[in-house]
């Protein structure tokens, strides 16, 4: 809507990203115990496959536009300027997973 991010490529990467990211979870959520301590386990090996799946396909794309793709860009690009959005994941996520749970409103309670 603002043009944030662009489109092509960025918004091509943070799609299959964000598809890696539900995918994972709900996987995760089949295979863990219901148990606290591994909404953090699903939270953070979510967020590694999302970036690594963002970053194959940054590459593919980075590949078929004949631009490069080096791994200072992937990690500058989706850890360090995303590390404020990352903290707010790990800190915010799974208190208002556990409150859905024992409010009966997600879909594993």
Known sequence: MFGMPPLFPVGVAMTFELAAYGAMTGLMLKLFPKKIGYIYLNLILSMVSGRLVSAAVQFIVAGLG????????????????????????ILLIPPLAIAFRRAGLSPDS
């Not at 004949?66 to 850890?79: D, E």
Request: glycine residues 12%; charged residues 0%; neutral net charge.
């Open 66 to 89: 004949h631009t490069g793709f080096s791994l200072a860009a992937f990690w500058s690009g989706t850890v360090v300027v995303a590390a404020p959005g990352i903290a707010l994941q």
